[in-house]
């Protein structure tokens, strides 16, 4: 699995809890539904419920994203997000940091979250 893919199940919730859940409430013999693709997720309100929220800077740094979300933020896994993204001259600078989180939220926004303009411009 990839940090993006670990980015997004942070946010809307894995596969593997999908399936829990929906073995929990369908009755032994039912066939399992078809995964449906999550849409209209409001991705501020789902981080802004995380706690430690409200002292990360995370609507705009790429860096306190990953904390909130329990991802190590370290250059290696930032570069290796930049190479999923499609980046492949990422170098951890301020403005790489900005690209990258404007490029992760363009992304979620793409799988189904709704963002904030001024978070993905």
């Known amino acids: 699995?990839?940090?993006?893919?670990?980015?997004?199940?942070?946010?809307?919730?894995?596969?593997?809890?999908?399936?829990?859940?929906e073995a929990a409430a369908a009755p032994a013999a039912?066939?399992?539904?078809?995964?449906?693709?999550?849409?209209?997720?409001?991705?501020?309100?789902?981080?802004?419920?995380?706690?430690?929220?409200?002292?990360?800077?995370w609507q705009t740094s790429i860096v306190d994203l990953f904390k909130l979300l329990g991802l190590d933020p370290s250059y290696a896994n930032r570069k290796e997000l930049?190479?999923?993204?499609g980046r492949t001259d990422y170098e951890g600078s301020a403005e790489d940091n900005i690209w990258l989180h404007?490029?992760?939220?363009q992304e979620i926004a793409k799988n189904g979250g709704t963002v904030p303009a001024e978070m993905t411009d």
């Open 102 to 105: 404007k490029a992760t939220m």
């Open 1 to 21: 699995m990839g940090i993006f893919s670990s980015i997004k199940n942070a946010i809307f919730g894995s596969d593997e809890d999908d399936k829990k859940a």
């Open 30 to 57: 039912a066939t399992p539904a078809a995964p449906t693709p999550v849409s209209g997720v409001d991705v501020v309100a789902r981080l802004s419920a995380k706690p430690g929220a409200d002292n990360l800077n």
């Open 82 to 85: 930049a190479g999923e993204l």
